[in-house]
């Protein structure tokens, strides 16, 4: 369970601890959070279009999102997202609880790359957890260093995580897409009273993970692959290999 936990997007923990980063210095500065501490926190390549955000109304907007693949994996990205949509309560920015009412992430789009006995996600959540915080300043360091401010907690009443789709990364030349639909999301109540952003994450990681590479997700790449297969007919028998090999490394843990 506990190796469990430690799997996941790395979206989450990115966009729980931006807010936490961001909203504790009161300002709309989640782009450049995200830009700036981001790729320290997931050691891959981390961006975000966009974002509008109301601090009376406590409503944000974050658009095209993506977050990039580690050192040593082919695909270009690990996931893309359009549009995110946070609703907080602004009394609570001030606070030792940061209560976010709603985050509605839609339609990512997963890329699922497995390497031996890793995957993409799994590299993404190591690198995290090793993550000691954000380089910045000596002189902001130094004054952090005498301030005695508990960290910040998270409340989240609803996390929502719709119309996602899972590609199978693959070395196949086919032009061929393999990819699943992902099961719809719907998390109330994370954090109880109120969590650390990655005790909240794990939480989050595990409903995650477990709809990723949930039987609904794996059969369907399975299909996918084995019809592939078949409709490769004559074709070198390197490329039926090359199936061969992504059908038993989609099972391999």
Wanted: glycine share 10%.
């Amino acid at each position: 369970m506990k190796k469990l936990l430690l799997i996941g997007a790395g979206l989450i923990v990115v966009i729980i601890i931006v807010l936490a980063i961001g909203l504790s210095k009161l300002g709309p500065v989640i782009k450049t959070a995200v830009n700036t501490y981001g790729p320290q926190l997931t050691k891959t390549e981390l961006s975000l279009g966009d974002v509008s955000i109301s601090l009376l109304s406590g409503k944000a907007e974050l658009k095209d999102f993506l977050l990039g693949n580690p050192r040593g994996f082919t695909s270009p990205e690990a996931m893309s997202v359009g549009k995110i949509f946070i609703d907080i309560d602004p009394k609570s920015i001030t606070k030792d609880t940061i209560v976010i009412h709603t985050i509605e992430v839609i339609a990512p789009s997963i890329t699922y790359e497995k390497k031996r006995r890793t995957d993409n996600f799994k590299t993404i959540i190591n690198n995290v957890n090793s993550y000691t915080g954000p380089s910045e300043p000596k002189q902001e360091a130094a004054t952090k260093e005498t301030s005695s401010e508990p960290g910040k907690k998270i409340l989240i009443e609803d996390f929502i995580l719709k119309q996602g789709t899972v590609t199978l990364a693959t070395s196949l030349q086919s032009g061929k897409s393999i990819k699943a639909q992902l099961p719809d999301i719907h998390l109330q109540n994370i954090g109880g009273k109120g969590a650390s952003p990655q005790q909240v994450s794990q939480e989050i990681f595990k409903a995650l993970y477990g709809e990723i590479t949930s039987r609904s997700v794996i059969d369907t790449l399975n299909q996918e692959l084995k019809a592939l297969e078949k409709s490769l007919g004559t074709a070198g028998e390197d490329v039926k290999k090359q199936v061969g090999g992504a059908l038993k490394g989609l099972f391999e843990k």
